[in-house]
Protein backbone atom coordinates (compact mmCIF):
# COMPACT_ATOMS: atom_id res chain seq x y z
CA UNK A 1 0.00 0.00 0.00
CA UNK A 2 2.96 2.15 0.47
CA UNK A 3 4.07 2.30 -2.76
CA UNK A 4 0.28 3.61 -4.22
CA UNK A 5 1.29 6.39 -2.14
CA UNK A 6 4.55 6.71 -3.18
CA UNK A 7 3.22 7.22 -6.80
CA UNK A 8 0.90 9.76 -5.60
CA UNK A 9 3.39 11.55 -3.80
CA UNK A 10 5.80 11.90 -7.05
CA UNK A 11 3.14 12.43 -9.60
CA UNK A 12 1.70 15.63 -6.83
CA UNK A 13 5.46 16.90 -6.53
CA UNK A 14 5.98 16.64 -10.82
CA UNK A 15 2.72 18.57 -11.29
CA UNK A 16 3.05 21.28 -8.77
CA UNK A 17 6.47 21.60 -10.31
CA UNK A 18 5.53 21.83 -13.84
CA UNK A 19 2.90 24.03 -12.97
CA UNK A 20 4.90 26.76 -11.24
CA UNK A 21 7.50 26.51 -14.17
CA UNK A 22 4.58 27.10 -16.77
CA UNK A 23 3.53 30.06 -14.46
CA UNK A 24 6.92 31.83 -14.32
CA UNK A 25 7.46 31.28 -17.88
CA UNK A 26 4.09 32.72 -18.79
CA UNK A 27 4.87 35.66 -16.64
CA UNK A 28 7.90 36.10 -17.77
CA UNK A 29 6.17 36.74 -21.73
CA UNK A 30 3.66 39.08 -20.13
CA UNK A 31 6.60 40.86 -18.89
CA UNK A 32 8.57 40.66 -22.29
CA UNK A 33 4.77 42.64 -23.90
CA UNK A 34 4.75 44.81 -21.41
CA UNK A 35 8.21 46.11 -21.90
CA UNK A 36 7.76 46.25 -25.85
CA UNK A 37 4.63 48.73 -25.30
CA UNK A 38 6.54 50.42 -22.85
CA UNK A 39 9.61 51.10 -25.26
CA UNK A 40 7.24 51.54 -28.12
CA UNK A 41 5.42 53.96 -25.87
CA UNK A 42 8.83 55.70 -25.23
CA UNK A 43 9.94 55.64 -28.60
CA UNK A 44 13.26 53.88 -27.65
CA UNK A 45 12.51 51.00 -30.19
CA UNK A 46 10.53 48.61 -32.11
CA UNK A 47 10.76 45.98 -29.56
CA UNK A 48 10.98 43.33 -31.82
CA UNK A 49 13.34 41.59 -29.23
CA UNK A 50 11.01 41.09 -26.27
CA UNK A 51 8.16 40.64 -28.53
CA UNK A 52 10.37 37.55 -29.89
CA UNK A 53 11.06 36.38 -26.20
CA UNK A 54 7.33 36.69 -25.33
CA UNK A 55 6.26 34.66 -28.47
CA UNK A 56 9.09 31.83 -27.18
CA UNK A 57 7.77 31.96 -23.37
CA UNK A 58 4.06 31.58 -25.03
CA UNK A 59 4.88 29.06 -27.26
CA UNK A 60 6.86 27.13 -24.58
CA UNK A 61 4.39 27.07 -22.51
CA UNK A 62 1.47 26.14 -25.31
CA UNK A 63 4.11 22.98 -25.62
CA UNK A 64 3.86 22.06 -22.11
CA UNK A 65 0.38 22.57 -22.24
CA UNK A 66 -0.64 20.20 -24.98
CA UNK A 67 2.13 17.71 -24.27
CA UNK A 68 0.03 17.38 -20.73
CA UNK A 69 -2.86 16.94 -22.77
CA UNK A 70 -1.62 14.43 -24.83
CA UNK A 71 -0.25 12.35 -21.64
CA UNK A 72 -4.16 12.53 -20.41
CA UNK A 73 -6.16 12.07 -22.63
CA UNK A 74 -5.30 7.89 -24.67
CA UNK A 75 -6.99 8.55 -27.68
CA UNK A 76 -3.65 10.44 -28.35
CA UNK A 77 -1.33 7.31 -27.65
Same mark, same amino acid.
Given at each position: MDIKWDA???VFVVS???SVVV??? /??LGALALAARQ???EQGTG???GRLAAAVLC /???CAAVVLYGIYLIVPQFH
Open positions: LGQLAVVVV /FSSAQTGA /FTA
